[in-house]
T-cell receptor, first 115, second 113 residues
Framework: DQQVKQNSPSLSVQEGRISILNCDYT??????FLWYKKYPAEGPTFLIS?????DKNEDGRFTVFLNKSAKHLSLHIVPSQPGDSAVYFC??????????????FGQGTILTVHP | EAGVTQSPTHLIKTRGQQATLRCSPI?????VYWYQQALGLGLQFLLW???????NRGNFPPRFSGRQFPNYSSELNVNALELEDSALYLC????????????FGPGTRLTVL
């Protein structure tokens, strides 16, 4: 049961343009969402998070949008840089039941930013 | 500030052996989490330790176990290794329990031959 889905396996963007990575979830109990960036054979690096009480959170070039009614979140990177090329994972959690302390991850989207 | 550290970086074992992986959380963090990333699969939650107690575990057999020490470092033990246990094992820590940001270490690559 894939509760968090990233339907685009890959995304290719030109340097300086906007990158938009999408994520859908099915469990309405999720109340905290995170985006991580990962290079091969390394651990994920935390980028940005958002609580379900908000619909937008910004940190520098990164903005996360949350649409609770659609159970959809997106990560916008503006402007995109070649160093942003990596695998991006969205993750979700809520403090209850068997999900307590557990991050549920999507399958990841490979972002390639071309110079 | 030092991040989450894990050792060893790589570990090669044969089927049936036991593997022990170690993790030191960020200073001040009390919760430690373990995840498995097998080839072609996403990150799967394994275990969560907080204040020395196992708080939650994912859908993994009992031969995956661990513990958390008084200094909040943690150990993951995998007994009776199987070929499909070959994966990147990631440790994360967080300042607080439950729905808090988890910061990951570099991982231990376990290869079972």
């Amino acid at each position: 049961d894939q509760q968090v889905k990233q339907n685009s396996p890959s995304l290719s963007v030109q340097e300086g343009r906007i990158s938009i990575l999408n994520c859908d979830y099915t469990n309405s109990m999720f109340d905290y969402f995170l985006w991580y960036k990962k290079y091969p054979a390394e651990g994920p690096t935390f980028l940005i998070s958002i609580s379900s009480i908000k619909d937008k959170n910004e940190d520098g070039r990164f903005t996360v949008f949350l649409n609770k009614s659609a159970k959809h979140l997106s990560l916008h990177i503006v402007p995109s840089q070649p160093g942003d090329s990596a695998v991006y994972f969205c993750a979700a959690t809520f403090a209850g039941g068997t999900s307590y302390g557990k991050l549920t991850f999507g399958q990841g989207t490979i972002l390639t930013v071309h110079p | 500030e030092a991040g989450v550290t894990q050792s060893p970086t790589h570990l090669i074992k044969t089927r049936g052996q036991q593997a022990t992986l170690r993790c030191s959380p960020i200073s001040g963090h009390t919760s430690v989490y373990w995840y498995q990333q097998a080839l072609g699969l996403g990150l799967q939650f394994l275990l969560w330790y907080d204040e020395g107690e196992e708080r939650n575990r994912g859908n993994f057999p009992p031969r995956f176990s661990g513990r958390q020490f008084p200094n909040y470092s943690s150990e993951l033990n995998v007994n009776a290794l199987e070929l499909e246990d070959s994966a990147l094992y990631l440790c994360a820590s967080s300042l607080d329990t439950g729905s808090d940001t988890q910061y990951f270490g570099p991982g231990t690559r376990l290869t079972v031959l």
